[in-house]
């Protein structure tokens, strides 16, 4: 099997500002160049179960239902996975059923054998992605590995605008159906508001010309 982890393992976290780091930067440069999008996940021992949870089944709220599953997974399918794992095979299972106990490369085959999807997984900059799994499955699992443990998602950035839609429509109907909210009219007060301030701030500035001109 193959190892999924970056020659990079040094990268920098985000900044202390929220800004991206150098590293992170250029990646989502090369990401962006590919028409593709990186979603960040939280740093945490589950990121990978995040991402799969999203990718599968559309929320990262089921991660832990996705580590469990992994985890059975592995222990009914013993005999493909034990000689991979480095002293006892239960203890390992019992120490995976921990949230915060990171995974990798075990984990990933055993995913992708639950759920019948190829992982492909960008590591470097400008880089082709490696093909962490090849079980000729036609759907894939796309993450981004980084800081030697951390996976994030990567999307088509053609998702990303239909998400948006989505959720515009989500929220619209959200307002109406269970709020009460007239959201046509919101938009009316809203729009009259603007106009109202608008018109005022065109005013002090021509106050403020005629001033000038005296």
Partial sequence: ???????????????GNGVASPAEAAMDDSLR??????????????C????????????????????MACINYLRKNRE??????????????KRLENPQEWVGQVEIS???????????????????????????????ILLCFSNGNHYDIVYPIDYTIKA???QSILYELLYE???GVDVNKVLEELNHADLIKNGRRNSEESDSEDEDLE
């Fill in 164 to 166: 948006a839609l989505c």
């Fill in 110 to 140: 055993a995913l992708s054998l639950m759920f019948k999807k190829d992982f492909i997984i960008y590591r470097e900059p400008n880089c082709t992605p490696s093909y962490i799994t090849e079980n000729g499955f036609p759907d894939k």
């Fill in 80 to 93: 493909k996975f034990e000689a991979f794992i480095e002293g006892s095979f239960e203890e390992y299972l």
């Fill in 1 to 15: 099997m193959e190892e999924a982890t970056g020659c990079k393992e040094e990268q920098q976290n985000r900044l």
């Fill in 33 to 46: 160049s590919r028409g593709l999008y990186r979603k960040r996940v939280a740093k945490d021992g589950s």
């Fill in 177 to 179: 159906k269970v709020f």
């Fill in 48 to 67: 990978l179960f995040r991402a799969v949870a999203e990718q599968v089944f559309h929320s990262q709220s089921q991660h832990l239902d996705v580590r």
